[in-house]
């Protein structure tokens, strides 16, 4: 599983007279765990919802592979989805399922289990903690059986805790279920434990994508690969 599920090639994005994106190319192998890393403001929650359809309107082109013959499905957590906090897990689920036209709950009760909420029973949504949430919010855009599931700071307000539970999750649908994971966040020591490559935005362009398994280590850290490429210190990667 080596070739490219996911590629963009000269992404450009204006807003007005800003230039976010200025010319953005990235490629994503299937199979891979890609940490997408730039300081507030970069661009990071506009490409990837360029990447994943939500906006349309961009220079360039995005281009996802097929699998068997069919295009890769995608599925997001950037925008918060719309949760009824007054209703359960399973509850959610179950809208959820009804808008995509499934009526299997034993794809819901399978997926919950996953996200480790299957014990929940009928505790609304409301009283969850972030951490339950953000695994719902998972949950909801597993049931649409995603090739690559993009997640925009993911780990943003978890305690300890929590982003160890989210960062074991994440790698066991990377590993059992062979999904293909783009992840912004800016927790640097975090993404380290698990990505698989790294691509850096800085100045509306990706300024280098590397493979974390070739450079981290014996001192060598993203947050010294990160002020190489951006601030003209660190380490020679």
Known sequence: MNHHILSARHIQKRYGDKAVLRDVSMNVKQGEI???????????????????????????NVSVSKINGRASKIAAVINSPSLFLNMSAFQNMKEQAYLLGMKDNEKIDEILYMVGLSDCGNKAVKNFSLGMTQRLKLGLALLENPHILILDEPANGLDPDGISELRELLLGLNRSKGITIIISSHILSELEQFVTCIGILHDGEIVKEISTGEVLGDGVTLEKIYMQYTKGGGVDV
């Open 34 to 60: 890609y940490g997408l890393i730039g300081k507030n403001g970069s661009g990071k929650t506009t490409l990837l919802r360029i990447l994943t359809g939500l906006i349309k309107e961009y220079a360039g």
